[in-house]
Nanobody
């Protein structure tokens, strides 16, 4: 069993910061890429940022220059620091982790339960 527990969502004013965290736990052998996706109301889920095991990060154009993704491999945790938030950043943010469980030879994708981020005055 694998669990992804997200935290850090909430209501923030435009221009403000917010930091999301996602901790993976369970029978984990190794973790590959970790990332964050966003689903705005009435829209499809889309990639916000992802980070590889080599700490190489990839950002959506809308996130570049404002968001920073990082990971703590010792804690199996991925973070998303969001600055200068805009109303269009509003949505449910989902943690996404590609990992291999103990006893398995395959990497599979796991999703967190989602955390709401609302940017509004």
């Amino acid at each position: 069993q694998v669990q992804l527990v997200e935290s850090g969502g909430g209501l923030v004013q435009p221009g403000g910061p917010l930091k999301l965290s996602c901790a993976a736990s369970g029978n984990i052998f190794s973790i590959n890429t970790m990332g964050w996706y966003r689903q705005a109301p009435g829209k499809q889920r889309e990639l916000v940022a992802e980070i590889t095991t080599a700490d190489s990060a990839n950002y959506a154009d809308s996130a570049k220059g404002r968001f920073t993704i990082s990971r703590d491999n010792a804690k199996n945790t991925v973070y998303l620091q969001m600055n200068t938030l805009k109303p269009e950043d509003t949505g449910v943010y989902y943690c996404n982790v590609i990992l291999r469980m103990i006893g398995s030879f395959r990497y599979n994708t796991y999703w967190g339960q989602g955390t709401q981020v609302t940017v509004s005055s």
